[in-house]
């Protein structure tokens, strides 16, 4: 980070130089570089190497502290010479011993002296830490040139031992953060930082001091690491994705995090005013936010391979990436999303966040990694996004329409200035109301939302022509369950099927126009701009293709399993038979209403058969055939539908697989005793006979009927993507009676009304009667 200004005292005072001489140091009067004129010593302007911070300093010094982070730079790399044998686990294993050995033979304490200066001496210079557990291999992007399962190996062994061991290494580490002695800009170089982040002891927070002690060594790290050229950073990004076990990659996740709570935890107990202020300027916290993205860089590697054999830039419209692991077919994501998230982070003013990043402040703002922002706090920025547009589209409405009726009173010879607005007027100015027959849902909702598409940020109501019924929120949660139904079933012919897999994708050969593509972009992206759930069986690859972001052969595996298993076995396949074996060409298919229409990948692809030689070729062509060009023309008209209604920035905070949580709600196993837990109730408590019937009931049904009753209540058969503990539950009783009426509900506000109904039986034979034959305000 780049400080705001820069000290004209940066160089550093009384420390010795390489040759061992002390620098002198100007006047603290002194602020310009006349004053040095007469001693030669013009001031310079450069950066610190570490922080990158602007500062000024002598021409004629040779070593300075930065005053940002405190590291000391040395202009001229200190001496450091590799030792001839770095450190390695056979010469602790064997220190070791020989402690176990001697006391054995004393019958005394056990003495670790030796091993603590073998540490020492091996560990006491940047050179020779860097080459420590060395491999031999070469440094690639796949190896770091460490052995990393010796430096685990030995740091186990070491961690158990007595705190002078502990402090061997851990103040080798702090002197050489202080000082590196050198610009760290080489591959070579970053052994160093790959052995650090090894270092069991740097998440030991036992006492306040070693907590605070740790907590200094961390932040020196961060800085260091997140001011690396861009370069070295892919390196590193590399091999945290390479050289990491599943579980090691979340422990370094959660080593980020927990620097991240620390720091803003301190400022929470310090200040609880103008916090985002403070942060804002707190360069270690975004330090740690850059480290950060290296890890989730690593954690979706292959978002990163969109280079050409010519290493130029593909575009992602025709592109899809192919594993070169032996399962094409395996997930490239190693841990979840939520993995991320910092719960501290939820607690800032994120409105306030959110509006300093969209403004392009040159501030730090968590909505640059919005990683480390909960779903459920991204929602809440969706959420004040959402309103603070619709009031801005509310006051524009209400504007014109003014400005119309001055107009009317003015081509009728009235008074212009005393032009009101009716009740009824103010009511549905920040409204967007259709109305439409469930008969002929698509088209006359297809007809209205273009002709309101300038209304489509308002708040959304459904009237349901010949029916009673004000929409608080559950006619609108209808209208979108029967749409999406409709649009997306089989024999509608828009979308495509999969039995195996339950989703389904564009048909390339649908005979609907285009605009109903349009209509289904549009209805998503009005479901997410209305906290809506979607019963929605389209995989995760639309949502990364909504958010630019490449489609990989694992996301046809998604939709597409058994042409992804085939894919799988021909690439495995590694015999020279494969014209032979395969019989295929390079040719892509697909089924128009019950006959086959092949299409060729690349010309003259039907008389060019696929060989071992090309067959990786054939695979990338065939999965971007089916995911991109054969439904082109389909999804850039459903793109161009969804970005009309959610076209505001809060929408890039969100990763794909986010959207989809999003849209979709949680797909988990219903928790009915958690249900059960947030359930609020009128006219019943929790021990009434017909609420304990009602919840074992609940229990009871399988699945399907379970999701059924769910949808019955609250329209929709999934909870929200924040979880169920956010999901409004209400039971009421509608009498003290029995009844042989069926129960009702209130989908506005997920309430079930239950009768006073004797037996258990009773009750289960209403309710699946209701929940299964109900449809709108009436029984189907």
């Given at each position: 980070?780049?400080?705001?200004?820069?000290?004209?005292?940066?160089?550093?005072?009384?420390?010795?130089?390489?040759?061992?001489?002390?620098?002198?140091?100007?006047?603290?009067?002194?602020?310009?570089?006349?004053?040095?004129?007469?001693?030669?010593?013009?001031?310079?302007?450069?950066?610190?190497?570490?922080?990158?911070?602007?500062?000024?300093?002598?021409?004629?010094v040779?070593?300075?502290?930065?005053?940002?982070?405190?590291?000391?730079?040395?202009?001229?790399?200190?001496?450091?010479?590799?030792?001839?044998?770095?450190?390695?686990?056979?010469?602790?294993?064997?220190?070791i011993?020989?402690?176990?050995?001697?006391?054995?033979?004393?019958?005394?304490?056990?003495?670790?002296?030796?091993?603590?200066?073998?540490?020492?001496?091996?560990?006491?210079?940047?050179?020779?830490?860097n080459?420590?557990?060395?491999?031999?291999?070469?440094?690639?992007?796949?190896?770091?040139?460490v052995?990393?399962d010796?430096?685990?190996?030995?740091?186990?062994?070491?961690?158990?031992?007595?705190?002078?061991?502990?402090?061997?290494v851990?103040?080798?580490?702090?002197?050489?953060?202080?000082?590196?002695?050198?610009?760290?800009?080489?591959?070579?170089?970053?052994?160093?930082?790959?052995?650090?982040?090894?270092?069991?002891?740097?998440?030991?927070?036992?006492?306040?001091?070693?907590?605070?002690y740790?907590?200094?060594?961390?932040?020196?790290?961060?800085?260091?690491?997140?001011?690396?050229?861009?370069?070295?950073?892919?390196?590193?990004?590399?091999?945290?994705?390479?050289?990491?076990?599943?579980?090691?990659?979340?422990?370094?996740?959660?080593?980020?995090?927990?620097?991240?709570?620390?720091?803003?935890?301190?400022?929470?107990?310090?200040?609880?005013?103008?916090q985002?202020?403070?942060?804002?300027?707190?360069a270690?916290i975004?330090?740690a936010?850059?480290?950060?993205?290296?890890?989730?860089?690593?954690?979706?590697?292959?978002?990163?391979?969109?280079?050409?054999?010519?290493?130029?830039?593909?575009s992602?419209?025709?592109?899809?990436?192919?594993?070169?692991?032996?399962?094409?077919?395996?997930?490239?994501?190693?841990?979840?999303?939520?993995?991320?998230?910092?719960?501290?982070?939820?607690?800032?003013?994120?409105?306030?966040?959110?509006?300093?990043?969209?403004?392009?402040?040159?501030?730090?703002?968590?909505?640059q990694?919005?990683?480390?922002?909960?779903?459920?706090?991204?929602?809440?920025?969706m959420?004040?996004?959402?309103?603070?547009r619709?009031?801005?589209?509310?006051?524009?409405?209400?504007?014109?329409?003014?400005?119309?009726?001055?107009?009317?009173?003015?081509?009728?010879?009235?008074?212009?200035?005393?032009?009101?607005?009716?009740?009824?007027?103010?009511?549905?100015?920040?409204?967007?109301i259709?109305?439409?027959?469930?008969?002929?849902?698509?088209?006359?909702?297809?007809?209205?939302?273009?002709?309101?598409?300038?209304?489509?940020?308002?708040?959304?109501?459904?009237?349901?022509?010949?029916?009673?019924?004000?929409?608080?929120?559950?006619?609108?949660?209808?209208?979108?369950?029967?749409?999406?139904?409709q649009?997306?079933?089989?024999?509608?012919?828009?979308?495509?099927?999969?039995?195996?897999?339950?989703?389904?994708?564009?048909?390339?050969?649908?005979?609907?126009?285009?605009?109903?593509?349009?209509?289904?972009?549009?209805?998503?992206?009005?479901?997410?701009?209305?906290?809506?759930?979607?019963?929605?069986?389209?995989?995760?690859?639309?949502?990364?293709?909504?958010?630019?972001?490449?489609?990989?052969?694992?996301?046809?595996?998604?939709?597409?399993?058994?042409?992804?298993?085939?894919?799988?076995?021909?690439?495995?396949?590694?015999?020279?038979d494969?014209?032979?074996?395969?019989?295929?060409?390079?040719?892509g298919?697909?089924?128009?209403?019950?006959?086959?229409?092949?299409?060729?990948?690349?010309?003259?692809?039907?008389?060019?058969?696929?060989?071992?030689?090309?067959?990786?070729?054939?695979?990338?062509?065939?999965?971007?055939?089916?995911?991109?060009?054969?439904?082109?023309?389909?999804?850039?008209?459903f793109?161009?539908?969804?970005?009309?209604?959610?076209?505001?920035?809060a929408?890039?905070?969100?990763?794909?697989?986010e959207?989809?949580?999003?849209?979709?709600?949680?797909?988990?196993?219903?928790?009915?005793?958690q249900?059960?837990?947030?359930?609020?109730?009128e006219?019943?408590?929790?021990?009434?006979?017909?609420?304990?019937?009602?919840?074992?009931?609940?229990?009871?049904?399988?699945?399907?009927?379970?999701?059924?009753?769910?949808?019955?209540?609250?329209?929709?058969?999934?909870?929200?993507?924040?979880g169920?503990?956010?999901?409004?539950?209400?039971?009421?009783?509608?009498?003290?009676?029995?009844?042989?009426?069926?129960?009702?509900?209130?989908?506005?506000?997920?309430?079930?009304?239950?009768y006073?109904?004797?037996?258990?039986?009773?009750?289960?034979?209403?309710?699946?009667?209701?929940?299964?034959?109900?449809?709108?305000?009436?029984?189907?």
């Amino acid at each position: 980070m780049t400080s705001q200004g820069y000290s004209p005292y940066a160089y550093l005072s009384g420390t010795q130089s390489q040759q061992h001489t002390q620098p002198s140091r100007p006047s603290s009067s002194s602020s310009s570089s006349a004053a040095y004129e007469p001693q030669g010593n013009h001031l310079i302007i450069g950066k610190c190497m570490y922080c990158k911070s602007q500062l000024c300093y002598p021409q004629s010094v040779k070593v300075f502290q930065c005053v940002t982070c405190d590291t000391i730079n040395d202009l001229i790399p200190a001496p450091g010479a590799v030792p001839q044998e770095p450190l390695t686990l056979q010469q602790i294993e064997k220190e070791i011993e020989l402690a176990h050995a001697k006391q054995r033979e004393t019958g005394g304490d056990m003495d670790y002296g030796d091993l603590e200066a073998l540490l020492r001496d091996k560990l006491k210079k940047f050179a020779a830490f860097n080459a420590s557990f060395s491999s031999g291999r070469a440094i690639t992007h796949e190896h770091c040139g460490v052995n990393l399962d010796d430096a685990r190996k030995a740091f186990t062994m070491l961690v158990a031992m007595p705190a002078q061991i502990a402090l061997a290494v851990m103040t080798s580490v702090e002197a050489i953060l202080k000082r590196p002695g050198k610009e760290i800009k080489e591959k070579e170089d970053l052994r160093f930082i790959m052995l650090v982040f090894e270092c069991p002891w740097l998440s030991r927070h036992r006492t306040p001091q070693e907590s605070e002690y740790h907590h200094n060594i961390t932040k020196r790290l961060f800085t260091i690491v997140s001011n690396l050229p861009s370069e070295l950073h892919k390196y590193l990004s590399s091999w945290f994705a390479n050289c990491m076990t599943t579980q090691t990659f979340h422990h370094r996740i959660n080593f980020v995090n927990k620097f991240i709570t620390q720091r803003l935890s301190n400022q929470q107990k310090s200040s609880d005013r103008n916090q985002h202020i403070i942060y804002q300027s707190d360069a270690r916290i975004q330090a740690a936010a850059r480290v950060m993205h290296l890890f989730f860089k690593a954690n979706h590697s292959n978002e990163k391979e969109l280079l050409d054999a010519a290493g130029k830039n593909r575009s992602i419209k025709d592109i899809v990436l192919v594993s070169n692991a032996r399962d094409v077919a395996t997930k490239s994501q190693r841990i979840p999303i939520d993995e991320y998230y910092n719960m501290i982070v939820d607690l800032i003013d994120l409105p306030a966040d959110f509006c300093a990043w969209e403004s392009r402040s040159a501030m730090f703002t968590f909505c640059q990694y919005p990683f480390l922002i909960s779903m459920g706090a991204k929602m809440q920025i969706m959420a004040w996004d959402a309103k603070r547009r619709m009031e801005i589209k509310m006051q524009k409405t209400i504007e014109n329409l003014l400005a119309e009726k001055r107009q009317r009173a003015a081509e009728s010879g009235g008074e212009t200035s005393i032009a009101l607005l009716t009740q009824a007027e103010l009511q549905h100015a920040p409204l967007l109301i259709l109305k439409v027959h469930r008969s002929n849902l698509i088209e006359e909702s297809l007809t209205q939302l273009s002709r309101n598409e300038m209304d489509l940020d308002k708040s959304l109501r459904i009237e349901f022509i010949g029916e009673d019924g004000v929409d608080a929120g559950g006619l609108r949660k209808e209208w979108f369950l029967l749409l999406v139904r409709q649009l997306f079933d089989p024999q509608y012919g828009m979308f495509i099927y999969d039995d195996k897999s339950s989703h389904c994708w564009f048909n390339p050969a649908s005979f609907e126009s285009l605009d109903q593509f349009y209509l289904v972009g549009v209805v998503i992206g009005l479901a997410i701009y209305n906290s809506t759930i979607l019963d929605l069986p389209l995989p995760l690859a639309g949502y990364k293709k909504l958010l630019n972001t490449p489609v990989a052969l694992e996301d046809l595996a998604t939709f597409r399993p058994d042409l992804a298993r085939g894919f799988d076995q021909l690439l495995n396949y590694e015999e020279d038979d494969v014209e032979d074996v395969f019989c295929l060409n390079f040719v892509g298919v697909y089924e128009a209403f019950g006959e086959n229409i092949e299409v060729p990948l690349i010309p003259n692809g039907e008389n060019i058969p696929v060989t071992n030689e090309n067959k990786r070729e054939y695979v990338e062509r065939y999965a971007n055939f089916v995911m991109n060009s054969s439904i082109s023309d389909q999804f850039e008209w459903f793109r161009r539908g969804f970005y009309l209604v959610c076209s505001g920035h809060a929408l890039s905070l969100f990763r794909p697989e986010e959207i989809e949580f999003l849209v979709r709600g949680s797909a988990e196993p219903l928790d009915i005793d958690q249900l059960r837990s947030v359930t609020q109730y009128e006219g019943f408590n929790d021990d009434h006979d017909v609420i304990r019937n009602f919840w074992s009931i609940f229990k009871e049904f399988e699945d399907k009927d379970q999701r059924r009753l769910l949808q019955f209540i609250t329209a929709s058969d999934r909870y929200p993507a924040t979880g169920i503990a956010n999901l409004s539950f209400k039971i009421t009783c509608m009498g003290s009676h029995d009844s042989n009426r069926y129960p009702t509900t209130h989908t506005c506000f997920n309430q079930l009304c239950l009768y006073n109904y004797k037996g258990r039986e009773k009750l289960k034979n209403m309710l699946l009667r209701a929940m299964n034959e109900s449809e709108g305000f009436g029984v189907k």
